[in-house]
Every structure is written in C-alpha cells, then in structure tokens.
C-alpha cells in the first residue's frame, strides 16, 4: 500500500493579519483553508504550525523577562490555532488541537500516538504551543514536531518567495536559490530559519521548501509538491 504523504505547513502569525498587520483577517484564513481543503480531500496528511507574530513578538516589551515573553507568545500559537481550527470546520475539515501543555477543554495534550491517529482519521492537526519552553521559536518547534511525525517535508510559507544569498529587500542584485543545503544554510547563516532548527533539520534529514505566501494558491500547490521557492535539502 502507497504511503500517504504527510507534511507540516509553518504559517506566520502575521500572514494571517493581512494588511491589518495584527489580530486576524478573515478572508485571508478563509482562502487559506480552502486552499489546505484542496489537498486533504486528495488524500494528503497536514499538520500545522503557526506563529504568534500578529499577537506577540518575543522582543514585544524590554520589561518583561524573557520566559515570561516567550510563555505570552506560546499563548498567542494557541489562540491562533483555535481560530484558524475553527475557521477549517466551516469549510468542512475536521481538526485536532495539540499543545505540549494542558489547556484544559481547549486542546488536547500532544501525543504522538494520539496525533498519529487523528492525521490517520483524515484530520487536520495543529501543534501549538512551541516546545512548550522558553528560548525555542516556532522554527524549533515545527521542526521538533516534523520529526516526531515523521513528515515527508517542512513547508515554510514566508512573505518572501524563497531563499536569497542575501537580503533582496537590501541587496537588488541577491540572487535566489532553486535548490540549497541545509548545511549550506547552516554554513552560509541563510535566514531560512533559526539556527537551532536549521541544524535539528541537517542531523535528522528533514528537507524543507519555502515558498511564496502571496502568490496564488502557494499553499495547495506546495501541499501538492509543487513548489516556485526553493527547495532545502537535508
């Protein structure tokens, strides 16, 4: 029997404020859902990360020490989980919620063997909560958790089409890359994502691709392996 293909979108906190640039932009989560509904109705296994950037930035205040900066932003990953959770169902998916730390009702506590089972059930599952410790991204935690679920490949939806040798929004003559390393990444300090994830992915061979976020229907074609950014190799 074909193994079904299983892979971990990352979204960002901000992608799905739109122009608002904080809190939610309905339409924008709704076209992401239809886009996500497209590839689990073929049969395609999808979890999902999101960040927290639309509620809480890890540097949001100099006041606050860092722990607690970071347990805020693990929160905001949950409450941008349930809303795009619950935005899923109106299109007809069913979802799980899975945090490394009790949520009462709201979640269920992350289990491998539990999360296996809902993606086996056709669900979507989404991971939120990070690590569920201070000092890690959700870079980290994606990672983490794509290893655990032994998905096929890491797709990074960025507001930036791929990966540059440098910053194109400083640099007019960075040059992008087809395909690219994750120990070239690692060596060359590439902002794909942070370097404790980046050499989590180069030890377990966990490839990624990072695509555009903005170009029509991004996700589905990438969820389809059908990718215009750059591919990471491990």
């Known amino acids: 029997m074909e193994k079904q293909r299983r892979v971990m979108l990352k979204l960002s906190g901000e992608a799905l404020a739109g122009e608002k640039k904080t809190g939610f932009d309905e339409e924008v989560v709704k076209d992401v859902a239809r886009q996500v509904k497209l590839s689990v109705d073929q049969g395609v296994q999808v979890a999902i ?38 935005i ?69 939806a960025k507001a930036i089409d791929g990966v540059y040798d440098s910053d194109p929004a400083k640099n007019p003559d960075a040059v992008k890359y087809d395909t690219v390393t994750i120990k070239e990444v690692v060596d060359k300090r590439l902002a794909v994502i942070d370097m404790t994830a980046s050499i989590m992915c180069m030890e377990n061979h966990m490839p990624l691709a990072v695509f555009g976020l903005n170009e029509e229907n991004s996700i589905a074609n990438a969820l389809n392996g059908k990718i215009t950014g750059t591919h990471v190799t491990a």
């Open 88 to 156: 899923f169902r109106t299109t007809g998916m069913k979802t799980e919620i899975f945090t490394p730390f009790a949520c009462s009702t709201f979640t269920k506590l992350f289990s491998k063997d539990a999360a296996n089972e809902a993606l086996a059930q056709g669900k979507v599952v989404f991971f939120a909560g990070g690590t569920g410790h201070p000092y890690f991204s959700t870079d980290t935690g994606v990672v983490l958790r794509a290893i655990e679920m032994e998905a096929d490949v890491i797709l990074l």
């Open 49 to 86: 990360v999101i960040g927290g950037g639309n509620f809480w930035r890890g540097r949001s205040s100099n006041a606050i020490d860092r722990p607690k900066a970071d347990q805020i932003g693990m929160l905001a990953t949950v409450m941008n989980c349930i809303y795009v959770s619950e």
